[in-house]
């Protein structure tokens, strides 16, 4: 099978047995999505993965596995931990109009449905987007992360502190 290295895929490009692309995600990603969107979670991270896509008429499957780690704050105590990622997902996409159209009732209700516009696939837009959806809504350094004692401000994962 044909192997891509680039993220932006000519829609063209993709032959009808499917197209494999590799993802190699390294800093240089990262610290660019966040300066095009500060609010994201996660600072550095190594992402590796493939992405195969397949053409279904206009529609384009895209069946992916990520696997790496993302550093994420602990929601309880704040501190910076390493999160592994590893992880499968299946979307697919098809042409416009965009989500001010509306949800379509797809008849596969198990897969991920989401648009691509113009003749050329953003891979990369696609991956972030799944990478945001791995991100937990409250992330964890550990189950029993002991937090940060609301009064003197210890981490208690480091320190006892002598409040009540
Ligand atoms: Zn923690
Ligand atoms: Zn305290």
């Known amino acids: 099978m044909l192997k891509k290295k680039s993220l932006r895929v000519p829609i063209t ?6 197209l494999e692309v590799e993802v190699d995600l390294g800093d240089k990603y990262f610290s660019r999505w966040r300066e095009e969107d500060p609010g994201l979670e996660f600072s550095t991270a190594q992402i590796n993965g493939a992405a195969r896509l397949e053409k279904h008429g206009r529609d384009i499957l895209v069946r992916g596995h990520l ?3 993302l550093q ?6 704040v501190e910076n931990f390493d999160a592994p990622v590893d992880a499968d997902f299946d979307l697919l996409l098809v042409p416009g109009p965009g989500p001010a159209g509306g949800e379509e009732e797809l008849s596969a209700p198990d897969l991920d449905l989401d648009y691509y516009s113009g003749e050329t696939l953003d891979l990369e837009a696609v991956i972030r987007e799944q990478i945001i ?5 409250k992330p964890l350094c550990a189950d029993n ?8 401000g210890a981490v208690l994962n480091l ?3 002598t409040c009540k």
């Open 159 to 161: 320190e006892a502190c």
């Open 67 to 69: 696997q790496g780690h």
């Open 133 to 137: 959806l791995m991100v937990p809504l």
């Open 145 to 152: 992360c002991k937090g940060i004692c609301p009064r003197c």
């Open 13 to 18: 490009s993709i032959p009808p047995e499917g």
């Open 72 to 77: 994420l704050a602990c929601s309880r105590c």
